[in-house]
């Protein structure tokens, strides 16, 4: 009976799929996951004999859970118009486009990522920020959509998982009463070899694709620098938000105080671009006020004269946010009648019956968040519920947390990203300008570490018990 709302759910959404192809997320999606939590609330109703008053708070506690989230995603979305039109984002583009050649650059975008990301613990910030920038870099040369997005993401997910700053990774070292850098130490054995291997994908490519972007890059240059005013000053910003991020300031305060930064620098730097942006006849403070805000909250379509690049710097603000977040609650729904129903909980106990040895609770664990990111759609409630679920079941069978922790984080934070309804796949894929299906082959780091986890598991490297 628990797995009736699931196989309603992969129906409908595969239904939408061949239907509505890369616009299901535009409401189709949502309408499915409605759809699909009504169904729970009748299996436990009429199975479980549940109350509606309890299944209410279910949902509703399970949506309150996502607010810092949704509050993040808004602010993603005005810092990508302020940062854009204040020239913060041309600006690393310009120089990025004479820094960085062509044959390396898919591996020298994962590794700048990768870089930034365990300085600063963010993989989202990463994107939002130097990804939007690489994107850029990428078209200009030539390359593919896929690749760019698949380099960013690698680079970007495995500074995340294994940055002491990170959330999710002191989330899974937490829950599972592993010590942090315990944690992390022996997340090296999983994450290392496969971020190698992916790296080396990335530099084979690069070398051995014939892109031919050189016009691109020339008319690229050409047409930044009439529209935007291109300086360095203009980086101080981007400097700064790394600063506060190093210093551990809070995420929403971070986002917000580099947003207001980006404002000031934008009304200083870019007066014309921001006050033909406002479409007022007038000058004057009133008219650079409109114009940026309609950068924070609303659309901007900038004509540079090129067209790829007028998609490129086109932003969309708190607005474009908007599906994004209406996808995320009608997801939380659906994970809340879920659990308030217990048959998430009656699927998991099913699971934990499989469980023989060393290889198959480690997969048990990695499924499990896998999972959970496909059907909670949201990766700290699948690194959360993975490690109640299976804590016990290690600690019984005398493994240590640290393998539990390592599990949950190579299961549930690297495949988050690529679940088209997980907050994390709708942020990047939003931020990014890039479908999620269109960059999931190419993040071959975030679906071969699931792999090299229950691999490295089968091997028992460095694997010890407590007890016999």
């Known amino acids: 009976m628990s797995f009736i709302p699931f196989i309603v759910l992969i129906v409908l959404i595969a239904c939408c799929v061949a239907v509505f192809g890369n616009a299901t997320l535009d409401g189709a999606s949502q309408v499915s996951l409605l759809v699909a939590s009504a169904v729970s609330v009748l299996v436990g109703h009429f199975s479980k004999r549940l109350k509606w008053e309890d ?47 062509p044959e390396v650059f898919l591996v020298s975008s994962s590794l700048l990522c990768a870089l930034v990301s365990l300085m600063i613990g963010s993989s989202w910030t990463t994107v939002a920020t130097i990804g939007v920038a690489l994107m850029g870099i990428g078209k200009a040369h030539g390359f593919d959509d896929g690749w760019i997005a698949g380099s960013v993401i690698t680079g970007a997910y495995f500074g995340d998982k294994l940055s002491p700053l990170s959330d999710t990774t002191v989330l899974a070292s937490s829950v599972s009463g592993t010590p942090l850098f315990t944690h992390i130490r022996y997340m090296l054995y999983t994450t290392v070899p496969t971020f190698l291997v992916s790296s080396a994908v990335f530099l084979v490519a690069g070398l051995t694709m014939n892109v031919s972007g050189q016009g691109n890059v020339t008319e690229f240059m050409d047409g930044l620098q009439r529209t935007f005013v291109i300086s360095p000053w203009l980086l101080i910003v981007p400097v700064m938000t790394g600063v506060m991020i190093a210093r551990r300031w809070p995420s929403m305060v971070v986002l917000f105080l580099a947003i207001i930064l980006a404002a000031v620098m934008g009304v200083l730097v870019q007066p014309s671009l921001v006050h033909s942006i406002s479409g007022s006849a007038g000058g004057g403070f009133l008219a650079l006020y409109k114009g940026m805000m309609q950068a924070l909250y609303g659309s901007t379509d900038i004509e540079t004269g090129v067209p790829m690049l007028n998609e490129l710097v086109r932003t969309s603000g708190m607005a474009g946010m908007m599906p994004t977040i209406w996808l995320i609650i009608c997801a939380q729904t659906f994970g809340g009648t879920l659990t308030a129903t217990g048959q998430l909980q009656d699927i998991m106990r099913l699971i934990l019956r ?43 069978k005398g493994y240590e947390s640290r393998l539990l922790s390592r599990s949950c984080e190579d299961g549930a934070t690297v495949t988050s990203v690529l679940v088209p309804w997980n907050t994390c796949g709708l942020t990047q894929s939003t931020v990014l300008g890039v479908a999620t299906l269109t960059y999931l082959p190419f993040c071959f780091f975030n679906y071969l570490s699931p792999i090299t986890s229950i691999v490295v598991a089968a091997t028992g490297w460095k694997i010890k018990r407590t007890c016999s």
Do not use: H
């Open 55 to 101: 299944l209410e708070k279910g949902i509703t506690d399970k949506i309150a859970s996502c607010a810092p989230a949704i509050i993040i995603l808004l602010l993603i979305g005005a810092i990508g118009g302020t940062w854009m039109v204040s020239g913060i984002v041309p600006t690393m583009i310009y120089y990025g486009m004479q820094i960085i050649r």
């Open 354 to 396: 499989l469980v023989k040895g060393v290889a198959s609770l480690v997969a048990s664990t990695v499924g499990t968040a896998l999972f959970c990111n496909i059907v909670l759609a949201d990766q700290y409630l699948s690194i959360m519920l993975s490690s109640q679920i299976f804590k016990d079941t290690y600690r019984d």
